[in-house]
T-cell receptor, first 112, second 114 residues
Framework: KAGVTQTPRYLIKTRGQQVTLSCSPI?????VSWYQQTPGQGLQFLFE???????NKGNFPGRFSGRQFSNSRSEMNVSTLELGDSALYLC???????????FGPGTRLTVT | DQQVKQNSPSLSVQEGRISILNCDYT??????FLWYKKYPAEGPTFLIS?????DKNEDGRFTVFLNKSAKHLSLHIVPSQPGDSAVYFC?????????????FGGGTRLMVKP
């Protein structure tokens, strides 16, 4: 079975721009979660989507948004980028009630 | 307020010996715990998990112990191998809360010396 894939792997943007990251979950997984990893804050939960609905949301500003499509693929969007948004963005998928989440390789976003 | 803590930022162990990584949590609603291994510039890799109804779970060289009264869990790696050198994260879930939100500890960097 193919693992979780994320595109792009690396991205450089400037302050004020917006960015869209994409995630394709493991086949058959309907839950997709997004996490942000930074040196200062560690791994933090952004949001989770299940069957095209946001099921859970972390403590991030409204500039961070996401969506899920009918094929379970998910995108996250960050608008009005700030320097502090530079991070590794990780996507994870799991089965309907599976606690184990399987992570993709991440997208490294650098904001200059 | 950190609900999951890994108080040792790093650990160095000789190859062949036991590695013990520790994790403490404060939220008594957490009922499922996981350990992940992470290499730089890669996503975390799932290692092993444990439900709060158990106190031990084994998978090959990896064993996780859970002490609910102390709100403490540990990951034992025996024997340790140089390829185990990575950052290890513990994570917790409140499965009664809708969704699969993982709360992570800050990580422990394990270095296994040949």
């Amino acid at each position: 079975k193919a693992g979780v894939t994320q595109t792009p792997r690396y991205l450089i943007k400037t302050r004020g721009q917006q960015v869209t990251l994409s995630c394709s979950p493991i086949s058959g997984h309907r839950s997709v979660s997004w996490y942000q990893q930074t040196p200062g804050q560690g791994l933090q939960f952004l949001f989770e989507y299940f069957s095209e609905t946001q099921r859970n949301k972390g403590n991030f500003p409204g500039r961070f948004s996401g969506r899920q499509f009918s094929n379970s693929r998910s995108e996250m969007n960050v608008s009005t980028l700030e320097l502090g948004d530079s991070a590794l963005y990780l996507c994870a998928s799991s089965s309907d009630r599976g606690e184990e989440q399987y992570f993709g390789p991440g997208t490294r976003l650098t904001v200059t | 307020d950190q609900q999951v803590k890994q108080n040792s930022p790093s650990l160095s162990v000789q190859e062949g010996r036991i590695s013990i990584l520790n994790c403490d949590y404060t939220n008594s609603m957490f009922d499922y715990f996981l350990w992940y291994k992470k290499y730089p510039a890669e996503g975390p890799t799932f290692l092993i998990s444990i439900s709060s109804i158990k106190d031990k779970n084994e998978d090959g060289r990896f064993t996780v112990f859970l002490n609910k009264s102390a709100k403490h869990l540990s990951l034992h790696i025996v024997p340790s191998q140089p390829g185990d050198s990575a950052v290890y994260f513990c994570a917790a879930i409140d499965s009664n809360n809708a969704g699969n939100m993982l709360t992570f500890g800050g990580g422990t960097r394990l270095m296994v010396k040949p």
